[in-house]
């Protein structure tokens, strides 16, 4: 159990490391919702790889972290930013746009729209496609 432990707090070391670079990238903004003067938390994209990767964090707000971990919770009108952000030159940000659209599309039209107008490297889509939320 000790293992698990350790391996887990090195990765969080790790992935905090990156935590200066990511807030300078996002402008200490959340790099999804855009919501500034928030509490931010680095986010890896899942699946994870072996070692903490800088292009797969992003610096998200707690209240898009819960609503990642929780998709259920999702409130469609609140990310019709993502037709923005799907135009990022930060793959991280596009892969989780198209994520996110993704989820949303199964309700709402106008991210399918989104989705279908964009035309993203197939790096991104089939990262996105990985773990879908």
Known sequence: MAKGYDTNQQRQMALSAFGK???????????????SGVPLVIYEI?????EPDFNRCLMVSEDVLDQINKPNKIIPDQWRRL????????????????RLLSHIAKQE????????????????LEQAAAKPL
């Open 21 to 35: 670079d990511l807030a300078r990238r996002a402008k200490s903004k959340c790099e999804l919702s855009g919501a």
């Open 46 to 50: 899942p699946p994870a790889p072996a």
């Open 83 to 98: 037709g923005e952000l799907i135009w990022s030159d930060i793959p991280a940000v596009q892969i989780m746009a198209v």
């Open 109 to 124: 039209n106008w991210a399918q729209d989104i989705i279908d107008d964009a035309h993203l490297d197939f790096a991104v």
